[in-house]
């Protein structure tokens, strides 16, 4: 079973930047896919960013490319969320998430209990 914390939210001034970090414990965190997912107030949770166990693919929801990069450490078990240029609209609790790099679902098993990113105008 993967744990998952994340930290690293906060208020900021639109273009502003943060970076989120998640720290994962439980089996080799090296071994599972990772993601970071938001859900703003009234709205679906959608994916971000997504990277493969060993970092060597990343795939960005439109809105964040160019903007965001989402990067893993796993000799310390952590993935992050660079967030540069932020906007009102990026506004959301912001979840880390992951899956077993070998499972046949899309789907992420483990979430963390999400961090609040708030972007003034």
């Known amino acids: 079973q993967v744990h998952l914390v994340e930290s690293g939210g906060g208020l900021v001034q639109a273009g502003g930047s943060l970076r989120l970090s998640c720290a994962a414990s439980?089996?080799?965190?090296?071994?599972?896919?990772a993601g970071w997912f938001r859900q703003a107030p009234g709205k679906e949770r959608e994916i971000v960013a997504g990277?493969?166990?060993?970092?060597?693919?990343?795939v960005y929801v439109d809105s964040a490319k160019g903007r965001f990069t989402i990067s893993r450490d796993n000799a310390k078990n952590t993935v992050y969320l660079r967030m540069n240029s932020l906007k009102p609209e990026d506004t959301a609790v912001y979840y880390c998430?992951?899956?077993?790099?070998?499972?046949?679902?899309?789907?992420?098993?483990?979430w963390g209990q999400g961090t609040q990113v708030t972007v003034s105008s």
């Open positions: 998430a992951a899956k077993f790099r070998y499972s046949s679902r899309a789907t992420y098993d483990y």
């Open positions: 990277i493969t166990w060993s970092g060597g693919i990343t």
């Open positions: 439980g089996p080799t965190f090296s071994n599972y896919d």
